[in-house]
């Protein structure tokens, strides 16, 4: 399985969007630090099993599986969502075609940094990793969206969202600056 480096480079190069159906997803150290920042929000678990986030959770996925000798390089990895990561399994997969990103959806990553000194002494090794692999890629740490991602996270958690992703769009709408120096548009570029 691929390092939390090569997964953090994935998961921004694709713009923390599944590329096999295109659903926003999200890094699940950034929903775990906005459930201690928030007390009572609950919507982490060490499993993903809580909805309405548990299909969206952040997977990389290897388009040529690891028993059918596929590597760990950015060019046979893609961000996916855990439904379809379960519904592919262990089976090859077209390479899918990397849209653009649209919009500023950083999968929480920049939430996750924004509020990680606070809650140092609770993150765990894991979670560790992905801050420095996060600020590696050039995520930045960012708070202004987080009265706009909490409102839009309680809606879905409610059940009275219609569209999750224009919402999620909409409530990382500030002006990007979340990415730093990663082109999202060809892997490996850096400007």
Not at 19 to 33: D, E, N, P, T
Not at 81 to 106: F, I, L, M, Q, Y
Not at 123 to 130: G, H, N, P, R, V
Request: glycine share 10%.
């Amino acid at each position: 399985m691929a390092n939390v480096n090569t997964k953090a480079h994935v998961l921004v190069r694709d713009g923390f969007a599944c590329q096999f159906c295109g659903q926003l997803v999200f890094l699940s150290q950034g929903v775990k630090v906005l459930d201690m920042h928030v007390p009572g929000l609950e919507l982490w678990d060490l499993h993903g099993k809580i909805e309405p986030l548990r299909t969206r959770w952040a997977t990389v996925d290897h388009l040529v599986p690891e028993v059918e000798g596929g590597m760990d390089t950015l060019d046979n990895l893609a961000a996916c969502c855990v439904a379809c990561n379960s519904r592919k399994g262990g089976t090859s997969a077209p390479a899918p075609p990397r849209p653009e990103a649209k919009g500023n959806w950083d999968g929480l990553s920049g939430l996750f940094l924004g509020l990680a000194d606070r809650y140092a002494d609770r993150l765990s090794k894991e979670d560790q990793k992905w801050r420095r692999a996060l600020e590696r890629v050039g995520v930045q740490p960012r708070l202004d969206p987080l009265d706009a991602v909490l409102a839009a996270l309680q809606g879905m958690k409610r059940g009275d969202v219609a569209d999750v992703d224009a919402t999620l769009h909409a409530a990382a709408a500030s002006p990007p600056r979340v990415l730093g120096g990663v082109n999202r548009g060809n892997p490996g570029d850096v400007t």
